[in-house]
């Protein structure tokens, strides 16, 4: 049995997850750890099962894999939290180290295995050892049910809080203006803000990385998902990174602008 501890309130530790069970494991049925609120939508989980993160220490999987942050959001996974036999996997992303690394447990868990999903910074990779870089593919998304979108429109994709859209579409806005465009605004999201201003029209794909292809513009943080999905169109790509407890969007967001030309 394969076994997922994707702890987190987001909808990106889902995503990466599947994308990993997907890339690894032909899409093997496994049991995913989650309180986040997007898995009662069973497009988020597909052929997955849930159970709260709570039921860990009742299990026990063949193999065990930790995603994004080694010891868990709050420092609750250590050693002894893994079931005797148990093979364990970490899916190492980019963190704001100096902060997680005080949260750290005095027997943090020693992967068996670490697949680095991108570039660590040097404390953060010597703390987990030698890894392997993985490439994630995302499951193939069925095209029933996918909205159309109108040509020339700009989609603006996040899952929330409310506040952070708003600011996306203010910052679609300004890139608008500063390009000389009056683009269709479309918000890809999985609901729909109550003051969503009237020119902005919403949509609620899951996946929406079908969508980005024929957009002419995409617009979201740069969160860990969208800024791998949006690799092939880096130049249609503005990314505006919001602040994070653990993630460092910043400095996700300064690489892509480096290595490509998103903005």
Not at 50 to 58: D, E, M, S, V, Y
Not at 70 to 76: F, H, I, K, L, R
Not at 120 to 144: I, K, M, R, V
Not at 162 to 178: K, M, Q, S
């Given at each position: ?79 002894r939290s893994v079931p005797a036999g148990t093979r364990t996997v ?136 969208i800024v791998r999905q949006m690799a092939p169109w880096r130049s ?28």
């Open positions: 049995m394969i076994v997922c501890y994707a702890r987190g309130g987001g909808l990106g530790h889902l995503t990466r997850v599947r994308a990993y069970l997907h890339t690894v494991h032909a899409d093997e049925p496994a049991t995913i750890l989650s309180t986040s609120p997007f898995t009662a939508d069973p497009r988020v989980l597909g052929p997955h099962r849930l159970l709260p993160a709570a039921a860990l220490p009742g299990l026990r999987p063949a193999t065990l894999v930790v995603d994004a942050f080694p010891a868990g959001p709050d420092g609750e996974l250590r050693a970490h899916l190492a992303r980019l963190l704001r180290w100096d902060a997680y690394q005080r949260i750290l447990p005095p027997d943090p868990i020693r992967f068996d295995e670490v697949r680095t999903l991108e570039p660590l910074s040097e404390a953060h990779a010597a703390f987990l050892g030698p890894g392997e870089p993985l490439a994630l593919t995302d499951p193939p998304a069925s095209g029933a049910g996918l909205p159309g979108i109108p040509g020339g429109s700009w989609l603006i994709v996040h899952s929330g809080p409310a506040t952070e859209i708003n600011d996306l579409i203010g910052y679609a806005r300004d890139c608008a203006e500063a390009e000389g465009r009056r683009p269709r605004l479309v918000l890809v999201a999985p609901s729909r803000p109550p003051d969503l201003a009237e020119d902005v029209s919403h949509v609620d794909p899951y996946p929406a990385w079908p969508l980005f292809a024929s957009a002419d513009r995409v617009i979201s943080a740069a969160g860990f998902n249609k790509h503005r990314m505006l990174p919001f602040p994070r407890r653990w993630d460092d969007q910043f400095t996700r967001a300064a690489r892509a602008r480096r290595d490509g030309s998103g903005h």
